[in-house]
């Protein structure tokens, strides 16, 4: 929406525009004037007032703030500085503590993440964990620290506790490294029960394991 600029607002601009850029004059004059002014209408009104006569000198770092600079209404009060609307705006805008904010979301709350996973919410502030760790740790007890919680059937969507299996971080990439991941949980916790003899140094010779698990997938198969 246009800005239409009164002669107060103007006397204001040619007053203060030395030092700043058009953002930060336009955010100054927003807080003094209580209305949304933009850079854009800064600037167009500045080349306005250049058409008629009047000489703005260069702003030298325009934009920046300067280390050492001190805001234009530090030490002030609001009368001080601010007309009565933009007092009023101020107040209205101004974020209190102990308010809610409009996109706050309740203990209990769930969302996806990036990576596929339920998260839920489980403390205020803003503290969340992943689900399925949750539902685990409410079942079994809390989860030893290299502890892995993976999915049977490989959804990550798929909290049922049946399909939910403790693993470590070691065979976790022996998972990962070798595919030995799949759809089908009885396939998958045999892929557990080869990553666990692995882990612990068996199964060194690659066609040994490769045999079994092969063998594993064929009886499930059939």
């Not at 000198?57 to 009368?79: H, M, T």
């Amino acid at each position: 929406m246009k800005t239409n600029y009164n002669q107060k607002m103007i006397d204001y601009l040619i007053d203060n525009y030395k030092g700043k850029g058009t953002k930060e004059l336009a955010e100054e004059m927003s807080q003094v004037f209580g209305i949304k002014i933009k850079s854009s209408s800064i600037q167009n009104k500045k080349s306005s007032l250049k058409r008629q006569g009047y000489e703005f000198e260069p702003v030298p770092n325009a934009g920046r703030f300067i280390k050492g600079q001190q805001s234009f209404n530090k030490g002030l009060k609001w009368d001080e500085f601010m007309s009565k609307e933009g007092q009023e705006h101020s107040r209205t805008t101004t974020f209190k503590k102990g308010n809610i904010p409009v996109n706050h979301k309740p203990v209990g709350s769930e969302r996806i993440n990036v990576d596929g996973y339920v998260e839920i919410k489980v403390a205020e502030p803003n503290k969340w964990d992943l689900k399925h760790r949750v539902v685990y740790r409410q079942l079994h007890g809390e989860i030893p620290e290299d502890g892995i919680i993976t999915f049977l059937d490989s959804n990550p969507l798929n909290l049922n506790p049946d399909n939910l299996i403790l693993i470590n971080l070691n065979q976790n990439l022996i998972l990962n490294k070798e595919k030995l991941r799949s759809e089908y949980p009885e396939i998958t916790k045999s892929s557990i029960f080869i990553a666990k003899i692995m882990d612990k140094g068996g199964f060194r010779n690659d066609k040994k394991w490769k045999i079994m698990n092969n063998y594993t997938m064929m009886q499930y198969m059939k």
